[in-house]
């Protein structure tokens, strides 16, 4: 196979992250600080986009699975602009535009942005209505449209509509007392053109219906109206359909979707917030209708009518998105989460458990002998849920303290910690609430564990709390011992099977001691405590990982082997970067596997010619965080909760916990090498911020990592092998 641009169809200018001119030449003294050596870090995330939505052309992928990467995208776009976008533009709006160490500002990374966003969504909805759809037509799974009804189906949509659509939906006139309505972030409306004077003698000729929330978008059709398979109908063909019954009377001449995103970002002044959760939740409420971002119209939208809507939201025209199908992908999910189509899917895996925790009812007993680390999804998180179960039960168990992140106001963890309080445990929940989306639902576990009598802490306000740690501490004879998880993930068990993550079970006493620490910063007040074992941002963690790097360079320099392989989601850390080039300039060996952004460009001359970067998207989201340095045959080895970023260095509670002994730490470094191996999964980032593929030798074996994961731990053999 030769080295291919997976995005066969991009053009090349469209995929590059703003080079900012040629790169810089080779120089004997390299001015590292040099804007041209950084990518832009939402040009860099823009790309991560577009890399997940190449899987849905990957035909080795099962086609409900292709489905949802097309979705998906649409998802992390939609934040994108929410987030990302808004971003820029607010700084641009207040006059305090911030430009990064890529030297681009925000005026121009947005125009860049909206040249490969408008092409990238254009090619989403020619790939669905190309390819997707027909090839779920084959299978039996249509959406029927309007012009494809039978008189049956006609009749049914219409009863559907007068029954269930009708008497929840609002339309509005528009006129001198019916201005135009504010609009909820990124709700499905229609806006609709008029003939006639209606019953007050209004003939204003414009009218606004927003699609009730409530409802779903999907519709299937029942089977005996239909000629086999599954059939679908959209709300919004129902809508067009009998749009006219909406506004009897009056002669609908036109009727065209749309939806508004806004900015969906939350601001919290520190200094003006006496209760964290009661001004959230006036926040939440403001996030529904922040500043417009992006308007999207159905492609058949008359131009007037697309320039008067955007007049209405202030935005211009290269914010518009013409696009020719719903303009929420999103609620397509319904179908791509059929059960019914199981060879159109990925095959079902079992989590397995580690030999050593089998046959075991006594979690303490075997954590107490021996740390247990955990891969998931390939290995259950059970363990860690049956831990915490365990805990609430025992009567020796005094005391639980644990973070929450994502977790869900019903989960088992939550579940647990509810019980333990009520059987009179000294409960301590560190919940974030402002983890961004989920910020509703951890209101609501926080309120739940306060009404079963746990302590529920906030965290620090303006840093957010992302570590994952639990501590138990429990009496055993005339002592105190402690049990720790640590993990990189969140407690969530639904992500426990959707996300690569490691979990630690430990009764290490350092460590241990360590988290107890970290929880007493948070919940008391205090200077930083002296850790023996874990590293914590935002205090030490980038200190020691500089240091850890700047170690590597010095064995390099002084001619020792010297390697480095960093896993992570994102890497933007402008300090970091720069050390990571020092340290290739000296001739450490540097691997990053870095799933979304990366702002570092490898493989340029002088610079980073010893660095790689791949990115491996595929059936599991890459959540994992791992530091390895090779450390002069005896290595150093970290799981972690934080990504190579700013934020998660300086501006979040995080930890990095060490994984020690040969034996764990072989493990943790041959599933290393199986990234590092995939040539069917993985992409590598060239000098100009394209993935290629990587080439194939002649009789070289496809290996991709996480089916060799599945066959190896779960003894599944995965659809997406190559």
């Known amino acids: 196979m030769n080295s291919r641009i997976i995005r066969d169809n991009l053009p090349a200018d469209a995929s590059v992250p703003a080079a900012n001119d040629d790169l810089p030449a080779a120089a004997p003294t390299v001015d590292l600080g040099d804007n041209r050596l950084y990518i832009n870090r939402e040009l860099s995330q823009l790309q991560f986009n577009i890399r997940v939505l190449d899987q849905a052309l990957d035909e080795r992928t099962p086609l409900l699975e292709r489905l949802k990467f097309l979705l998906i995208f649409s998802r992390n776009m939609d934040e994108f602009f929410e987030i990302r976008v808004a971003g820029l533009k607010g700084q641009i ?40 759809l027909p090839e779920l037509v084959a299978h039996g799974i249509r959406i029927v449209r309007r012009t494809q009804w039978t008189h049956k189906q006609k009749l049914w949509v219409r009863r559907y509509f007068r029954e269930e659509v009708a008497p929840l939906v609002t339309p509005i ?45 999907l519709i299937r059709l029942p089977l005996e109206i239909c000629e086999g398979g599954d059939n679908y109908v959209l709300l919004s063909s129902m809508l067009h359909a009998h749009a006219e019954e909406l506004f009897p009377g009056m002669q609908v001449l036109g009727c065209y979707q749309f939806r508004l995103t806004r900015n969906a970002d939350l601001t919290l002044d520190p200094e003006d917030v006496e209760d ?19 308007l999207e119209v159905a492609d058949n939208c008359p131009k007037d009518l697309a320039e008067y809507l955007l007049r209405q939201f202030g935005l211009n025209e290269s914010e518009l998105y013409e696009v020719n199908g719903p303009v929420n992908l999103a609620r397509l999910f319904r179908i791509a989460n059929e059960a019914g189509y ?14 050593v925790l089998k046959h075991t009812e006594d979690l303490f007993q075997v954590i107490g002998r021996q740390d247990v680390l955990l891969l998931h999804p390939y290995e259950s998180f059970a363990p860690v849920v049956d831990l915490l179960r365990q805990a609430a039960k025992d009567p020796q168990v005094l005391a639980i303290k644990q973070t929450l992140y994502r977790t869900g106001a019903n ?3 939550v579940d647990a910690l509810v019980d333990a309080a009520r059987a009179g445990k000294e409960v301590t929940a560190v919940v974030e609430l402002r983890a961004r989306f989920d910020e509703e639902s951890n209101l609501t576990l926080a309120s739940r564990l306060q009404q079963a009598g746990a302590m ?24 105190l011992v402690r049990y720790a998880h640590m993990g990189t993930g969140n407690y969530h068990t639904g992500n426990a099977r959707l996300y690569t993550d490691y979990s630690l079970l430990t009764s290490d006493q350092a460590l241990c001691d360590d988290v107890h620490r970290l929880f007493s910063q948070l919940t008391g007040m205090g200077k930083v405590l002296r850790m023996k074992k874990l590293l914590h941002a935002p205090f030490t963690l980038k200190k020691a990982l500089l240091e850890m790097i700047g170690c590597e360079t010095a064995h390099a320099a002084a001619g020792k082997p010297a390697q480095i392989i960093l896993k992570v989601n994102a890497l933007t850390e402008p300090k970091l970067i720069r050390a990571l080039y020092k340290a290739s300039i000296a001739g450490v060996q540097i691997d990053l596997i870095v799933r979304g952004v990366c702002c570092l460009r490898p493989g340029v001359e002088g610079v980073s010619q010893n660095i790689r970067v791949r990115s491996v998207i595929g059936r599991f989201l890459e959540h994992s965080r791992v530091y390895w340095f090779a450390n002069d045959g005896e290595p150093q080895l970290y799981l972690a909760s934080a990504d190579l970023m700013e934020r998660n260095l300086d501006r979040r509670v995080e930890s990095a916990f060490p994984v020690e002994g040969k034996k764990l730490q072989q493990r943790v470094r041959e599933v290393l090498q199986l990234y590092l191996d995939d040539n069917a999964s993985a992409l590598l980032m060239q000098p100009d911020g394209q993935y290629l593929a990587p080439t194939l030798a002649p009789g070289e074996t496809a290996c991709n990592v996480q089916s060799r994961l599945l066959e190896k731990l779960c003894g599944a053999v995965a659809a997406a092998t190559a």
């Open 93 to 132: 709006a207040l006059d305090h535009e911030l430009i990064g160490a890529d030297g681009i500002a925000p005026r121009r990374a947005l125009a860049e942005i909206s040249e490969i966003a408008h092409k990238q969504i254009e090619r989403q909805y020619a790939m669905l209505n190309g390819r997707i």
């Open 173 to 217: 006139g528009l006129d001198p007392t019916h201005p135009f309505p504010l609009l909820v972030n990124k709700s499905l409306n229609f806006i609709v053109r008029l003939e006639g004077v209606d019953a007050f003698g209004r003939d204003s000729g414009l009218a606004i219906v927003p699609a009730p929330r409530v409802l779903p978008r």
């Open 276 to 294: 964290l959760a009661l001004a959230l939740r006036g926040e939440l409420y403001s996030r529904r209708f922040g500043d417009a971002v992006r």
């Open 342 to 355: 199981p060879q159109l899917q990925y095959p079902s895996f079992t989590p397995v458990l580690p030999r």
């Open 411 to 413: 989960s088992e963890i």
């Open 456 to 479: 529920v802490i906030y965290g620090v306000v303006g840093i957010k709390t992302h570590a994952k740690l639990m501590l138990i501490q429990r009496r055993e004879g005339n002592r």
